[in-house]
């Protein structure tokens, strides 16, 4: 509606230039009653233009790189919110960096009304910055109501992640299941590692070729953080005899290494029948105990043997590393790009009574299974066929037990500091963690990573531009040439 005003403020203003040009010019009083006649119209028409320009004032962006511009996860997440919130951003004048920050926070105002924005110098204002407790330069204070968050950054995205951390009211701790070999929440390294021989695995040939001490899971932890979910490690051998605690919103349980107790898996068993929420992530070479598949699939839910091999859909140039780019129709894989899981087992649906269970990602359809180093095995399934890689289910396991929810993934990797980063893993685990809270969707931003500048492409994204560089134009400039020769000869 803004731009509209503005439109017709433009034209109004082009057409009282356009009748200004063509106004006739009398002589003696009248020549003058109209001149003075045409400047006070045309200082009254500027007059509402400016008004109205600045009732609906518009930001244009006529960079590339839109550097002026919060980044569109920043709008999505003003445009949500609903309630106020007072954004007190803290700038030295001096700083360009500061002062750029300035004007996008300025600019963040103009989204919503409910951010209400104020810049402070402290160098000009320091009794004011004092009083508000802020020490440093290129800092926000946000506010809203009786909660108070403080960010140093110069970036609106960082700024739109303490919008979330603010705003957000549950505040039940997301609990990581320890004390079976899992991923480490605590290892927020890089993790890089050789390839053996049989590919990618965790047992004693590929550890004696690892170049850090674990995997870790740390990366996702940093980014439950900045998201406002708080952590915790939770051992069921040495918890309480109660079993999960009640304010944990979710269990996950990231690459178990060694076997669960039957009585750890019965706590499991009561938690899910009293309404958990539970995020499984298995690696391919995990031996489930009877226990556990016993659980699973009262849940709807069978894991299966072997290590999926996709020729159709795989990342980079091995088949083993499944690349996915379509996902079911559910909040936790809504609007997800292409994302790739480095080894991952298939599962299958069960029927069970008062569950129900459907695949979320899957292979393609000339996925085969193969045992761990790619020999084949009769007992895997036999021919090609799609996969399912992760399944979710939800209903009761019981007609007296409470709604639960489960997310079973084949890979564990995915999830791993190693591969989080990279194409769409880190919003699919974010997406999976969201659901199995209660939301409705994953988070709206997802808190940056360093990593390498990579261009990613699956196998048949690889074949098409190897067909068209080294095939098609090599070859149409050789037979330009053939025939440029041709007709000269001859």
Known sequence: MSIIINL???????????????????????????????????????????????????????????????????????????????LIY???????????AKQMVEIMAKVTPHLKVRVIDPDQQPALASQLGVRMYNAALLIAGERRIEVITTEDREIALGLLRLLRSDKRPLCFLSGHGEYDTDNFEFHTHFEGSQGHNHDELGTAVVQMEQHGIGRLRRALDKLGYAVRKLNLATGSADGVPGDCAALVDANPRTPYAPPEVALLGRYLEGGGKLLLLLEPDYVLGAEWAALLGRAGIRVGDGVVADPDSHYFTDAQMVAVEKYADHPATRGLAMSFLPGARPLEVLTAPGVQSRVLLASSASATVTARGGKSRSDLGAGTGVRALALASEGRLSATAQPFRLAVVGDADFASNSFYPYLANADLVLGLTSWLRGEQRGPAMKPPVEVLPTVALNNAQMQMIFILCVLLLPGLCAALGLAVWWRRRY
């Open 8 to 86: 017709l403020v433009l034209l109004a203003l082009l057409l009282l230039f356009t009748v200004g040009l063509r106004a006739p010019i009398g002589q003696g009083r009248a020549r003058l009653f109209s001149r003075v006649a045409g400047v006070l119209g045309v200082l009254g028409v500027a007059l509402l233009a400016n008004i109205a320009v600045y009732r609906n004032d518009q930001h244009f962006d006529l960079t590339q790189e839109e550097a002026f511009t919060p980044a569109p996860e920043t709008l999505q997440i003003l445009r949500e919110l609903q309630q106020d919130v007072e």
């Open 90 to 100: 803290f700038y030295q004048q001096q700083n360009p960096a500061g002062r750029a």
